[in-house]
């Protein structure tokens, strides 16, 4: 069976071409919104967001690597602000994945399991240093940058912060929102229906994430109860 390959992906904000997430995984990984933290589903709702491929075609190794490299890079310059961690932590599946739902101790597939600790030995990136190169680079995005503050932040307006009726996005919501998503659902020829992106999230589950950048049929891999919408259609509108 040949080996699977893995990837770093990056979210970011299309607007300002900030990055604000980074990740690894394989197969649709990047594209799922499931297991996200609030603060990165505050910026994917708030802002109109995308992801892209970094580095591809990788051992689990070498990923773990690119995106501990690519975190602290980003985190030099005041982005990457969902990533809590130095990254390199992260397993694509198996008993490795640490959302595997194992017991504290016990036997799966014949394999002794138990809860796995990342930390001090245990981290991929424990007793390794960044390259010199790698230094002068994050050194080198440092200089002159920092936190936006005032006019550089897009919520201040004359350094002021702008908040409640005074903001002109207070009120608005759906297609009066630039940043919202909207669908079209089909149910038949005759019945359709108008949905937000959270709206879409809730009520079709995980097909809905691998198709909520441009709409398609939903398939669920797996029997769940959202699985009763199993080829549905579904339309970006906006």
């Not at 995984?25 to 594209?31: A, Q, V």
Request: net charge positive; proline share 3%; aromatic share 14%.
């Amino acid at each position: 069976m040949p080996e699977k390959k893995f990837y770093v992906y990056e979210w970011f904000i299309i607007d300002t071409f900030e990055i604000f997430y980074v990740g690894k995984g394989t197969e649709l990984r990047r594209f799922e919104l499931h297991n996200r933290s609030k603060y990165f589903m505050n910026i994917y709702n708030k802002y109109n967001c995308a992801v892209r491929l970094y580095k591809q075609k990788l051992t689990n190794e070498e990923a773990c690597k690119e995106e501990i490299e690519r975190i602290a890079d980003l985190k030099a310059i005041g982005q990457a602000k969902c990533n809590f961690t130095n990254g390199g932590t992260g397993f694509a599946e198996g008993f490795l994945n640490p959302t595997a739902q194992n017991p504290h101790y016990g036997d799966k597939n014949g394999m002794r399991t138990q809860n796995i600790d990342f930390s001090g030995e245990n981290n991929p990136f424990y007793g390794k240093r960044h390259n010199e190169e790698t230094k002068e680079r994050i050194s080198k995005n440092r200089r002159g940058k920092g936190a936006r503050f005032g006019k550089d932040n897009p919520m201040y307006k004359n350094g002021i912060l702008i908040e409640g009726e005074k903001n002109g996005m207070f009120g608005k919501k759906g297609f009066n929102h630039p940043n919202s998503k909207m669908y079209e659902i089909t149910y038949s020829p005759d019945k359709k229906e108008i949905l937000t992106y959270k709206e879409c999230e809730k009520k079709f589950g995980i097909a809905f994430s691998r198709i909520y950048m441009n709409g398609g049929i939903l398939n669920y891999k797996k029997k769940t109860p959202n699985s009763v919408y199993e080829g549905l259609e579904i339309k970006r509108l906006k």
